[in-house]
């Protein structure tokens, strides 16, 4: 069964860091772009950030670049979103999905993306 699993969500004050993670099972992410999407109550679902197959190009929303940085592992089938500096705007659910691609380019459309994972919350408050 092919699943994508978040976790690493949680509350968080401003200013604060959260890593979160995503494990792959039931496919291997070696030939899969990864990226990770959030929602905000009441907003539609937005790109935050994508990884390229082989980890070398990243792309990331004007909002969070700087501050967030995703990486993968794919020996142990795993990405990682680190969120620093974070904001209270930058409160959502957080979804990792995968791509069976290996282009290089943007991956910012859902449309893209063939697995997602359920979501992990990530809530900046003080």
């Known amino acids: 069964q092919v699943q994508l699993v978040e976790s690493g969500g949680g509350l968080v004050q401003p200013g604060g860091s959260l890593r979160l993670s995503c494990a792959a099972s039931g496919f291997t992410l070696d030939y899969f772009a990864v990226g990770w999407f959030r929602q905000a109550p009441g907003k539609e679902r937005e790109f935050v950030a994508s990884i390229s197959w082989s980890g070398g190009v990243t792309y990331y929303a004007d909002s969070v670049r700087g501050r967030f940085t995703t990486s993968r592992d794919n020996a142990k089938n795993l990405l990682y979103l680190q969120m620093n500096s974070l904001k209270p705007e930058d409160t959502a659910v957080y979804y990792c999905?995968?791509?069976?691609?290996?282009?290089?380019?943007?991956?910012?459309?859902?449309?893209?993306?063939?697995?997602w994972g359920q979501g992990t919350q990530v809530t900046v408050s003080s």
């Open positions: 999905a995968a791509a069976a691609t290996i282009t290089n380019g943007p991956m910012s459309q859902e449309g893209k993306y063939n697995y």
